[in-house]
């Protein structure tokens, strides 16, 4: 798991980076309840499905309703004195 967050925060802007650490973190649970018998997670995983397309659709809808086209990104930048 602690290899899978290292290639989430390395690869986060690099294409196809945070897909890789998603995949690394499905295999870490899979061999876990391979060797163990018992799930890693102390929650069942599809109560986090609803959430996460909330999220995804919110994530998208944010900019739609703010007149940009829809999953529209945007930056800026905060300056000090």
Do not use: Q
Request: charged share 5%; with cysteine.
């Amino acid at each position: 798991m602690l290899l899978t967050a290292l290639l989430l925060w390395r690869g986060h802007n690099a294409p196809g980076g945070g897909f890789i650490a998603g995949l690394m973190t499905a295999c870490a649970l899979i061999l876990h309840r391979v060797a163990n018998g018992r799930c890693a997670l102390n929650f069942p995983p599809l109560t986090v499905v609803p959430w996460g397309l909330a999220l995804s659709f919110t994530t998208g809808l944010v900019p739609y309703l703010l007149g940009r086209a829809y999953l529209k990104s945007d930056y800026g930048y905060v300056s000090t004195p």
